[in-house]
C-alpha cells in the first residue's frame, strides 16, 4: 500500500508544481523539493526491515557482517547522493549536483577499499 501512497504523493506535488509554477516558480521548487524528502522518509522507514532480514541472512549463511556492512554502505551513500543530486537538479542547480555524484562516488571508493583489498589478496593466493 505504501507505493500507492509514494505514488499519489509525487502525482500531487507534480499538479501543484504545474499550478504553481506559472504564478510563483519559487514555491514550485519548494514542493518538489518537499514531496522528494517526504518519499525519502517514508522509504527510509522500511530500510531499517531490510537491514535486519540481510544480517538474519548473513548469520544463517556464515558471511562475515564486515562485508554486508560495506555493502550497505557503499548503497547508501549511492542513493543518498543520488536523492541530493536529484533534489539539486530540480532546484535548477546541475553544478552543484554533479559534485554531489562525485563526492558520492569517492567515498564509495574509499568505502569499498577493504573489500576489494580482500579480492586482490584472494586473487593473489590463487595465482602465485
Known sequence: ???????????????LGLILNKQNPEWSMYIRIAAGIIIFVVILERLGVVLDVVKRMSEKIDIDIIYIEIVFKV??????????AQLCKDAG???????IEFAGKVLIITVSAPVMLALMDIITRIIP
Open 1 to 15: 500500500m505504501e507505493i500507492g501512497q509514494i505514488v499519489v504523493i509525487g502525482l500531487i506535488s507534480v499538479i
Open 75 to 84: 548503497l547508501g551513500i549511492a542513493y543518498i547522493s543520488e536523492f541530493g
Open 93 to 99: 542547480e546541475s553544478s552543484i549536483a554533479s559534485k
